[in-house]
């Protein structure tokens, strides 16, 4: 059951411009109150000795892979970090975030500061996402608040999952002012790091004023990241559909690739031609491929947070896979649209830690991950921020917005307690 907790006080999304050295210590009473709640909540203590030892490979050879997505567009330093936090804490074996140096920086700090509060060895995988094309994962929201009616409800503010739309600038007469903490001038419009391209702002506003700015990621900016020691995995985003755009990308990244773990190619369903596709993408990456690779099954991206129905097309887009008898090696994990319904529906179609698909015993795991199971696991991105971001929101209105939550044990068992309510009933048995 999720908690139910309301936050009246209008908050500053704009913590932005503070920031933290390092980590400072976390006190023994976090500490131990972390610990107990861990081993109180049902789901993580039936499976503690499992799941305690298991490594992320292991995960995804066992079927209970989970990654945490932040966003390819999400570049909220302050947020990711409390987000990294919580989620190694419960258990994520990955974290995925924007091919940005400052965001991989924040992801590290999360998993080093949970680290330090659970003493736990094994820390989730590093992965950042690129795009070989346009891409709505890459892409941001746009509009001049000055070009806003005064007298508009401003619809745009109320849709938005990420609170990135903000008009706090702006008093009720229309002009800009200053907030009270003294110098900061906050901006009205998008807060360009914290939209993460969902585009639902730009439909409703009446008035047409949002347009979208689309981007690709830079592949030498990727290669150096990819060197770095603190990041193991790549995601490519990819249509599928055009392979000249995946060739080359895959060859500006050249050898770099050897530096990581594994390497995850995220699609959307393309129907009949998804296998071709799949396989094509294969036989590109092979000459270079020294580590696991995996498909990431964007079913209805970033939708997630919206409701039960949405998980339905990557439940659908797994099924189809796994049934498939050609398609090529890696492993296969949920995405877009997965929220808390996604386990029951992977369990409805029999695809949850099994290592055959119903009816079809000849179907096989692929031999060369030595998995065990058909599906390596799940990945949440839009629901998973939107639980912990309520608790996040209420710590900000109450503590400031660059607020630790380790800081605050009261939030951070809040969050941990919405995180593991996710994420264990994957991790369990
Ligand atoms: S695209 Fe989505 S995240 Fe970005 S401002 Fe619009 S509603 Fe918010
Ligand atoms: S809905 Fe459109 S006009 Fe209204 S505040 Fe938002 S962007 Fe401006």
């Known amino acids: 059951m999720a908690l139910r907790f309301f936050c009246n006080t209008k908050i500053s999304t704009h913590h932005h411009h503070h920031h933290h050295a390092a980590n400072q210590a976390v006190s023994e009473d976090v500490k131990s109150l972390v610990s107990n709640t861990l081993k109180k909540l049902p789901s993580l203590s039936s499976s503690s000795s ?10 995804l050879q066992r079927g209970n892979w989970v990654k945490l997505i932040c966003g390819a567009s999400f570049e909220d330093a302050v947020d990711i970090r409390n987000l990294s936090l919580v989620y190694t804490l419960s258990g994520v074996d ?9 965001v991989v920086r924040a992801v590290n700090e999360g998993i080093e500061a949970a680290a330090e509060i659970s003493g736990v060895q094994i820390r989730p ?3 950042i996402s690129v795009n070989d094309d346009k891409d709505l994962h890459f892409r941001k929201a ?5 070009d806003c009616p005064v007298d508009c409800s401003r619809p745009c503010e109320i ?6 739309i903000s008009f706090q600038g702006k008093s009720e007469t229309g002009t800009s002012s200053n907030t009270n903490e003294g110098s900061t001038v906050l901006m009205d419009g998008v807060i360009t790091e914290r939209c993460y391209g969902c585009g639902r702002c730009l439909p409703v506003c009446p008035y047409d004023k949002i347009s979208e700015v689309t981007y690709v990621r830079d592949a030498a900016t990727t290669v150096d990241l990819i060197k770095r020691n603190d990041v193991d995995a790549m995601e490519i985003h990819t249509s599928g559909r055009q392979s000249a755009q995946f060739k080359d990308l895959w060859c500006a990244l050249g050898d770099s690739v050897e530096n990581l773990r594994l390497i995850a190619v995220s699609l959307p369903n393309g129907g009949d031609s998804t ?4 396989n094509e993408m294969f036989s590109i990456m092979k000459p270079n491929l020294q580590c696991f690779n995996l498909w990431q099954l964007d079913g209805r991206p970033m939708s997630g947070d919206i409701g039960r129905g949405a998980t339905k097309e990557t439940i659908d887009f797994a099924f189809q896979l796994a049934k498939a008898k050609n398609r090529p090696p890696g492993f296969l994990q949920l995405a ?3 929220n808390a319904h996604t386990i029951d529906g992977l369990r409805k179609k029999g695809l949850f830690r099994t290592t055959s698909s119903t009816g079809d015993e000849t179907n096989t795991i692929n ?7 058909l599906i390596g696991g799940i990945a949440y991105g839009g629901y998973a921020r939107k639980i912990v971001g309520r608790v996040l929101r209420c710590m900000q209105s109450e503590h400031g917005g660059a607020a630790r939550i380790e800081d605050h044990p009261e939030h951070l068992l809040m969050a941990l307690k919405e995180a593991v309510a996710l994420v264990g009933p994957v991790k369990s048995l």
């Not at 296998?275 to 799949?278: A, G, Q």
């Open 336 to 338: 877009g649209g997965t």
């Open 94 to 102: 990955c974290i995925d975030c924007a091919a940005d140096e400052s």
């Open 125 to 127: 995988w590093v992965m």
């Open 50 to 59: 499992s799941s305690s030892s298991c490594s992320p490979l292991q995960s």
């Open 367 to 373: 031999s060369s991950t030595s998995s065990q199971a």
């Open 275 to 278: 296998i071709s596709s799949m």
């Open 159 to 164: 849709v938005c999952p990420a609170n990135a």
């Open 142 to 146: 746009e509009f001049d608040p000055e």
